[in-house]
């Protein structure tokens, strides 16, 4: 059975997400099938939009309550109040983007801002994405340290393996490549540094290193496997490499590189980078209803 | 029985109420309820209400038996779980003296039994490996709780570790009174 042995909260998580990509895959068998392109367009706008903005939200109340439980003096307090900051950056910049500006349509989805402008965007979608991307990883990437130093104290930090320092690798020659390109083609259109674009050109360095992080926390996580608190953490670290996915899919789609078929499958990773996202305080506050409840059964207790 | 007895049985039963070992017969049916208990509970609301939240509790006790993923199926494990509820219900109404004294190396063990599933649930099989050991020391659930407080305290919290050590101190009497 889907998600079978995982708590409830993360049980709801996961089949909201299948139900939403499921309507995505019909939209588009239904825009490939009749060609008409208001199936896909309205559920990248609407069902894609109010999606992320639901889970941005689940997010931010789950990330609240962690905090919420630390007491003054914890060692995760300050990286679950960023955790917590990151998920309202991410509610509001969505809220903004999705809600309050309509989307690009039909060239996908924009979740995380770019330093290449393809299509006039409003100014409060471009606040929100840059509020949804380079300031939520800005607050995302100290927690994420904390955590990793948290690890560390116990003597659980992850090494990195063979095939991690070769995705690292990877992902930081597509990244270097996507920056590059960026300057290439703001220098070509004499386009003004504004916030907005000199935020976007801090998401690639700043994927890097979260890409690190999320990685030897993986590692570290793994120690905890099938544990609570393992799975908290393994979810931020799917979240980042998903987004890493998401942000190189939409730049070879962007600049050409690969055709734009290629870029439906990235739609849908935003979705997921969002299911994850919403998971890994689901887990921490699932692990902390566990500890309070004590050790009786729920009738019992 | 007398109609006179009768009245003055009631009259008594409902004055006293019962002891936790005619509380437990009532709710488990492992054993005689005495007759003034009898009288009492049919005109007690909030004893006739604990006796039924006994037997809920009792009943989910015995429920784990089926569980086939759980660690609950030997008789052995079993009868330490009940002991570990009886011993609850005798703490819930501060009785419990040379009675639960008596059943505390089985309490600790069903209470260490359940600590090491929390430590499994929530560290993975990083707390199945710190618990193991512990729980073949004399006092395990002290054990457990040394060797995994730090950890459990950086990544739930002070209060959450707390609650968690105190609910399992609780059961096994060993709590400090607050």
């Not at chain 1, 939009?49 to 962690?66: C, I, K, P, Q, S």
């Not at chain 1, 990286?79 to 969505?94: C, E, P, Q």
């Not at chain 1, 309050?100 to 979608?125: E, K, T, V, Y």
């Not at chain 1, 690969?258 to 689901?282: C, I, K, N, T």
Request: glycine letters at 8%.
């Amino acid at each position: 059975m889907f998600l079978r042995g995982e708590p409830d909260s993360i049980r709801r998580i996961g089949w909201a997400a299948g139900l939403h990509l499921l309507l995505g895959l019909l939209a588009l068998l239904l825009w490939s099938g009749t060609g008409e392109a208001a199936w896909i367009r309205g559920y990248l706008r609407y069902a894609g939009g109010a999606f992320v903005t639901a889970f941005a939200l689940v997010e931010f109340v789950l990330a609240l309550r962690a905090f919420r439980a630390f007491s003054r003096g914890d060692a995760l307090r300050p990286a679950w109040l960023l955790i917590s900051a990151a998920a309202a950056a991410r509610l509001l910049g969505f809220t903004l983007s999705e809600v309050f500006s309509p989307g690009p349509g039909l060239q996908g989805p924009r979740f995380i801002a770019q330093p290449a402008p393809w299509l006039p965007l409003a100014p409060q979608h471009r606040i929100g994405l840059a509020l949804a991307g380079p300031v939520a990883l800005l607050l995302l990437s100290p927690a994420l340290a904390l955590v990793g130093r948290a690890y560390d104290r116990h003597g659980l930090s992850g090494e990195l393996r063979p095939l991690d320092w070769l995705a690292l690798g990877l992902a930081s020659f597509l990244m270097v490549s996507d920056t590059w390109d960026g300057i290439r083609w703001s220098l070509a259109h004499e386009v003004p540094l504004d916030l907005y674009r000199g935020l976007g050109f801090l998401v690639e360095p700043l994927l890097l290193v979260l890409l690190f992080q999320a990685l030897t926390l993986r590692r570290a996580a793994l120690t905890m496997a099938g544990g609570l608190i393992g799975r908290c953490w393994s979810a931020y670290s799917a979240a980042v490499l998903l987004t890493v996915v998401g942000c190189l899919g939409q730049w070879s789609v962007n600049y050409g590189y690969v055709p734009r078929a290629v870029l439906v499958p990235v739609w849908y990773v935003w979705f997921l980078v969002s299911a994850a996202f919403a998971a890994g305080p689901a887990y921490q506050v699932e692990a902390l209803r566990r500890a309070q409840r004590g050790l009786l059964p729920p009738a019992i207790s | 029985m007398t109609e006179h007895l009768r009245r003055l049985l009631a009259r008594l039963g409902r004055r006293t109420h019962p002891g936790v070992e005619d509380l437990i017969a009532a709710a488990t049916g492992a054993g005689e309820v005495s007759l003034l208990a009898v009288y009492h509970l049919e005109r007690c609301v909030r004893c006739r209400q604990r006796v039924a939240s006994m037997r809920r509790q009792w009943e989910e006790v015995l429920q784990l038996t089926a569980l086939s993923s759980e660690p609950w199926r030997s008789r052995d494990a079993l009868l330490e779980e009940l002991l570990a509820l009886i011993g609850a219900w005798d703490a819930e109404t501060s009785a419990a003296g040379p009675a639960l004294a008596a059943r505390r190396q089985a309490v600790h063990r069903a209470v260490a039994r359940r600590l090491a599933g929390e430590l499994e649930a929530q560290l993975g099989r990083l707390g199945a490996a710190l618990a193991e050991p512990a729980r073949r020391q004399e006092a395990p659930v002290q054990a457990m709780l040394a060797r995994t407080g730090h950890l459990l305290s950086t990544f739930l919290g002070y209060k959450a570790t707390v609650r968690l050590s105190q609910a399992a101190l609780k059961l096994t009497g060993t709590a400090h009174k607050r």
